[in-house]
């Protein structure tokens, strides 16, 4: 069956500083993967997606993440963080009849 | 802007009280998807409408129900509601039909409480 794995629950940074969320999948064939930003009480927002071909693809602010098939990841990187980066990150991969599913989530924290 | 619209935001009911949340969208998108998000934890797919068409996920509790009386409108339903289903409830469309993957378009989303 399809899963997808967060390992961090938490993580927290500097304001300025680097980011990497870790995104593990299980899929047989070629996924449809993606990565959700959750602001606190808010709805899910798409940050972006990645289908076929290049492997890695950039997203809305700023963020861009790498499919690397050898290990089944999917991370999500940015390279400077702000404030208003804080929020909750899901992956999620797309688990037959356009239906989603998602990782348990990365709580950010941004530190000033 | 086309958007997809939850309404009420925050829903406060007691325990056994059957309550409605209702979703509306203006992407005249013919999939609507309801999801289940319980505090720190991922989205669960309920159920989702391609069309006219009920798909019920194999864990759902009999609790949950919902309607689509037409394309712009979807309604959860839960008729007995207990502690253990206040959660954030998510609607999601999407334009089904296409081929490949077609992304899914969120709603803020309806808080529900249980008393």
């Known amino acids: 069956a399809q899963s997808v794995t967060q390992p961090d629950i938490h993580i927290t940074v500097s304001e300025g500083a680097s980011l990497e969320l870790r995104c593990n999948y299980s899929?047989?064939?070629?996924?449809?993967l993606f990565w959700y930003v959750q602001s606190p009480g808010q709805g899910l927002q798409l940050l972006l997606k990645y289908f076929s071909g290049d492997t890695l693809v950039q997203g809305i602010k700023g963020f861009e993440a790498e499919f690397k098939r050898s290990q089944s990841s999917f991370n999500l990187r940015k390279p400077s963080v702000h404030w208003s980066d804080a929020a909750e990150y899901f992956c999620?991969?797309?688990?037959?009849?356009?239906?989603?599913?998602f990782g348990a989530g990365t709580r950010l924290a941004v530190h000033p | 802007d086309a958007m997809v619209i939850q309404n009420p935001r925050y829903q406060v009911t007691q325990f056994g009280k059957p309550v409605t949340l209702s979703c509306s969208q203006t992407?005249?998108?013919?999939?609507m998807y309801w999801y289940q998000q319980k505090s720190s934890q991922a989205p669960k797919l309920l159920f989702h409408y391609y069309d006219k068409d009920f798909n019920n996920e194999a864990d759902t509790p009999d609790n949950f129900q919902s309607r689509r009386p037409n394309t712009s409108f979807c309604f959860l339903d839960i008729r007995s509601p207990g502690l253990g289903d206040a959660a954030m409830y998510l609607c999601?469309?999407?334009?089904?039909?296409?081929?490949?993957?077609?992304?899914?378009?969120f709603g803020p989303g309806t808080r529900l409480t249980v008393l």
């Open positions: 899929y047989g064939a070629t996924p449809y």
């Open positions: 999601a469309t999407c334009r089904g039909g296409e081929w490949g993957y077609n992304e899914q378009f």
């Open positions: 999620a991969v797309e688990g037959g009849y356009n239906k989603l599913i």
């Open positions: 992407l005249n998108h013919n999939v």
